[in-house]
């Protein structure tokens, strides 16, 4: 991964796992063992003051090892209702922690080290759901729905960079850009810093999608996102983006908009306008309608295949 002005990194895995199919409709996928290194390569001095200023950052973005196991469960409905559920459990350093804990150190010690280089622990449970409803021969109603969190604990107060949630872009909340929104009602006063700062420890997100045939081979859709990531813990450099039930409403970014797909049989290629209704931080107006202007409430994504 290569941020331009800011860092380059590279993550190295190697990993072992088991897979059970039970028919066609339900799956088992499970890993005992998976060891990943996230090492920083190169930062700018740009990227440096922001990282300082956030320790939870520093912590998800520093060299560290990454020991996991895994557990991931599918089901998929049948061909006249098409529909999919995934389910994932990710448990890291639980074997490496132990061994410390034998050896005298708890589990709630900071700062232990694999080969030399800290490690993360952390417990990360994901979950989406997706169906589509048939009107015609051609058009269709096609929902998502997705929850996730991941809690550090132990030997870091913050999950690794490429284990956070954010929310934004051509297959989330298409209204706005990627990692845009959040954490809560955090907004960066400079919007350079967002590609960095703007992650999550929770993420709530519904889309809804309208899918009807134009001409030929081209497709069009309308459709509404919502959704967010917050954070477990309070942050002093991100205010407001602990996770409350007390204003959890004015937290949901909302969007609409529409789009066209254009079916290459092997590939879809895809362009959404996306049309901001709320954004859950302040933005100078009041009232649910809150975006600043309407010119600046679009987001414009071009991709390939269908958002999910």
């Not at 639980?94 to 232990?112: D, M, N, Q, T």
């Not at 991941?150 to 999950?159: I, M, P």
């Not at 959704?227 to 205010?239: A, D, M, T």
């Amino acid at each position: 991964m290569n941020r331009a002005n800011y860092f380059g990194r590279v993550s190295w895995s190697a990993g072992v796992g088991y897979t059970l199919q039970r028919g066609q409709r339900i799956k088992h996928e499970f890993s005992p063992l998976t060891i990943c290194y996230d090492q920083l390569l190169h930062s700018t001095a740009r990227f440096d003051s922001i990282v300082q200023a956030n320790q939870a950052l520093y912590v998800s973005m520093r060299d560290q090892f990454v020991p996991s196991m895994s557990y991931t469960f599918s089901w998929a409905g049948s061909p006249k209702h098409p529909s999919a559920l995934t389910v994932s459990v990710k448990e890291a350093s639980a074997i490496v922690s132990s061994i410390y804990a034998i050896a005298g150190r708890p589990y709630g010690e900071e700062g232990k080290k694999l080969l030399g280089v800290p490690f993360a622990q952390f417990i990360k449970v994901t979950a989406q759901y997706t169906r589509q409803f048939p009107l015609t021969s051609r058009s269709l109603l096609a929902m998502r729905l997705f929850g996730g969190f991941v809690y550090s604990y132990g030997n870091a107060v913050s999950a690794p960079y490429s284990e956070l949630f954010s929310v934004g872009g051509a297959n989330s909340i298409r209204a706005f850009g990627m990692r845009n929104i959040g954490p809560g009602s955090y907004h960066p006063a400079t919007s350079q810093y967002s590609y960095i700062d703007q992650m999550g420890d929770l993420k709530l997100e519904a889309n809804l999608e309208y899918r009807f045939p134009i001409i030929g081979k081209l497709q069009g859709a309308a459709f509404i996102d919502a959704g967010n990531v917050w954070l477990l813990r309070e942050s002093p450099s991100q205010v407001g983006g602990k996770f409350s039930f007390r204003n959890f409403g004015e937290q949901i970014a909302l969007g609409t908009g529409a789009g066209l797909r254009y079916d290459l049989d092997f590939l879809v290629i895809r362009f959404d306008l996306g049309i901001g209704i709320h954004a859950p931080y302040d933005t100078g107006r009041s009232g649910y309608y809150n975006m600043p202007s309407f010119g600046r409430s679009l987001g414009y994504h071009f991709a390939i295949g269908y958002p999910f």
